[in-house]
């Protein structure tokens, strides 16, 4: 089954940039959606389509998406950044259609 | 405005079963697909199943043979049957609205969540 590796944790400094991972086997040929978890809530859609932003999420959420590994880039990341990330791609050959990263915990510093 | 209200877990011995349901407002679920997506506590998420909106049904290998999704469009509202429950089953079960083109979908719209607990 097809698999997204994510690293556990990335710790930013408020005002830097975050840049998480998600390692796949081609990914860049998978359209790859990100999801922002906090403790408690669901998840939410953060960037879809490798780049799109859904409405009223903040530019400084972007994507992309080349080769072997997608990248969620938070700019000048806030307090309220910190959360878990998790990535996603839809996979027909996999015993789960929607396949999700293991998930990154952000922590601002 | 969308949204989704899942409701029926709890806790029940292992080998029982279990309906959960989503109620959905806003859209009208035999429009979209929509999936069923758990997270067992402290770990990450895992799709479970999905009805399209033409009624053709997917299921995880984890799941499949066990677990039944179906909808009712009068009451706007997806189910999940799960039976012959076990331990790793517990999880947080999330209902979602999926959206996207085909071999891109995502999950625009997910509700808050019922927690099913298998133990004895």
């Known amino acids: 089954s097809y698999v997204l590796t994510q690293p556990p944790s990335v710790s930013v400094a408020p005002g830097q940039t975050a840049r998480i991972t998600c390692g796949g086997d081609?990914?860049?040929?998978?359209?790859v959606h990100w999801y922002q978890q906090k403790p408690g809530p669901a998840p939410v859609l953060v960037v879809f389509?490798?780049?799109e932003r859904p409405s009223g999420i903040p530019e400084r959420f972007s994507g992309s998406n080349s080769g072997d590994t997608a990248t969620l880039t938070i700019s000048r990341v806030e307090a309220g950044d910190e959360a878990d990330y998790f990535c996603?791609?839809?996979?027909?050959?996999?015993?789960?259609?929607?396949?999700f990263g293991t998930g990154t915990k952000v922590t601002v510093l | 405005e969308v949204q989704l209200v899942e409701a029926g877990g709890g806790l029940i011995q292992p080998g029982g079963s279990l309906r959960l349901s989503c109620t959905a407002s806003?859209?009208?679920?035999?429009?979209?697909?929509m999936s069923w997506v758990r997270q067992p506590p402290g770990k990450g998420l895992e799709w479970v199943s999905v009805?399209?909106?033409?009624?053709?049904?997917y299921y995880a290998d984890s799941v499949k043979g066990r677990f039944t999704i179906s909808r009712d469009k009068s009451k706007s509202t997806v189910y999940l049957q799960m039976s012959n429950l076990r331990a790793e089953d517990t999880a947080m079960y999330y209902c979602?609205?999926?959206?996207?083109?085909?071999?891109?979908?995502?999950?625009?719209?997910w509700g808050q969540g019922t927690v099913v607990t298998v133990s004895s």
């Open positions: 979602a609205r999926e959206l996207g083109a085909t071999g891109g979908e995502y999950f625009q719209t």
């Open positions: 806003g859209f009208t679920v035999s429009s979209d697909h």
């Open positions: 009805i399209h909106s033409g009624g053709s049904t």
């Open positions: 081609n990914i860049g040929s998978k359209s």
């Open positions: 389509d490798d780049s």
């Open positions: 996603q791609v839809w996979d027909s050959s996999s015993d789960h259609l929607f396949v």
